[in-house]
């Protein structure tokens, strides 16, 4: 083998572990199964990334919760790899914890730091599903500590939802890579995995500016504002925003992202404002709805999250047909960011293969800055279409914004 083949063929195995970063597909090292087994407990693999940046080597320890909330039977232990990736087989009943320390290297400032055994950074999890994927992050610890103190069933999954909705990631089902130029130009990994990446520098830049780099700080900071609402307040969320923008110009950032506007972060720190679209009018007998063309412009500031800044094309957690479109139909929707004085807009276009009647038939959830509320009205619709099923135009017909 030639050195060109031997150095193509090294980088290929480097691509497919961080390929494998990103999905947890790594397995860690696991001790002897809990002799004490619930009745109803089922073997599951539960596998996951730890980050703050990535955690390297990191001690993991899987809990039982009990029915009042508390930290119960420790389950299994094992560790992280070299991308912070562990797995382990674990008997689960009901509600479990994941905890993690080790050493990282911080974002911000590039030095090697340390999540300590006696204050990890945790993730918690409601109900025993068929896969259970678990990230472990600032975000799932800031999840936990909302629940706090009463960790059980319904509580947790609110907490996890709240928390996800405010920092536009889902932070328990994405797993966040590795902060290189490899694993962002790596094809397999998702827009959601590179937010969820650079949201975790940015709290590590806001950790160091404002808090002394002192993690547990800044999740603090985050979980007072959200003792008092559903969003960070002004202040903190400033904090992130400006921390977000000085990493994407930091000499520390390898991604080669250097714009917020590339990312669905915008609004992290703030809320969400979910609309929905009806038809309305008349339909001549025996014709029904088989597409609609939509679009809507958005208020100031309000963003769509998108899963492809090269197309921006929306991510289908968000722009979904629902009410007399069922929910998987597949739909097409196009976010075009404001431009100087033109207001942000998206395009969505929706096929009936079956044919629908009048009434709601999609579902937007925009993305809103800390501090905002905005109602129907501030929504407007330059422009729809309504066809039958040759296509034709449907008069009389009009969309309204509910």
């Known amino acids: 083998m030639d050195i060109t083949t031997h150095i193509a063929a090294c980088s290929l195995i480097i691509l497919i572990c961080l390929g494998g970063c990103s999905g947890g597909g790594f397995e ?9 087994v619930a009745p109803n407990a089922l073997l599951k693999r539960v596998h996951g990334v730890a980050s703050k940046g990535i955690i390297l080597a990191g001690n993991v320890s899987i809990f039982a919760l009990n029915s009042n909330g508390t930290k119960g039977t420790l389950l299994k ?10 797995s382990s087989s674990v008997n689960l ?16 400032t590039g030095l090697k730091s340390e999540i300590p055994q006696n204050s990890p950074l945790r993730a918690a999890v409601d109900t025993v599903s068929s896969v259970m994927t678990i990230a472990v992050t600032p975000f799932t ?7 706090m103190p009463l960790l059980v069933g319904g509580n947790i999954g609110e907490a996890n939802k709240l928390v996800s909705d405010i920092f536009k990631v889902d932070i328990i089902a994405t797993q966040p890579l590795n902060l290189s130029a490899e694993s962002f130009a790596y094809v397999g990994t998702s827009q959601v995995q590179k937010d969820y990446t650079l949201l975790l520098a940015a709290f590590s830049q806001m950790a160091h500016d404002y808090y002394g780099g002192v993690v547990s700080d800044a999740i603090a900071a985050m979980n007072n504002d959200l003792a008092k609402g ?10 992130l925003k400006a921390a977000l923008t000085k990493f994407l110009q930091s000499e520390l950032n390898p991604t080669g992202i250097k714009d917020v506007s590339a990312t669905n972060l915008s609004n992290a720190g703030g809320g969400t404002k979910i609309i929905k679209l009806a038809t309305v009018g008349t339909l001549p007998p025996g014709i029904s709805i088989y597409g609609i063309t939509v679009a ?23 722009v979904y047909s629902s009410g007399v479109f069922p929910s998987d ?3 097409t929707g196009h976010f075009v960011p404001a431009i100087s004085s033109s207001p942000a807009s998206l395009t969505v276009s929706i096929p009936q293969a079956s044919g629908s009647a009048l009434g709601e038939f999609l579902t937007v959830v925009c993305d809103i800055p800390a501090g905002t509320t905005y109602s129907a009205s501030d929504f407007s619709l330059p422009y729809f279409k309504v066809v039958d099923g040759n296509g034709i135009e449907l008069q009389g017909i009009t969309v309204d914004i509910l």
Do not use: C, M, W
Not at 77 to 86: D, K, N, P, R
Not at 93 to 104: D, F, I, N, Q
Not at 296 to 318: A, G, K
């Open 28 to 36: 860690g090292s696991n001790n002897d199964e809990s002799p004490v």
């Open 77 to 86: 232990t094992t560790s992280t790899s070299a991308f912070g990736a562990y």
């Open 93 to 108: 009943a009901g509600p479990t914890l994941v905890e993690v320390s080790g050493h990282y290297t911080d974002e911000a």
């Open 141 to 147: 610890e800031l999840a936990v500590r909302k629940t």
């Open 230 to 239: 559903d969003t960070l307040g002004s202040v903190v969320s400033g904090q």
């Open 296 to 318: 809507i412009s958005l208020p100031p500031d309000v963003t769509v999250r998108v899963s492809d800044f090269e197309r921006y094309q929306t991510d289908s957690h968000v």
């Open 329 to 331: 139909i597949y739909t």
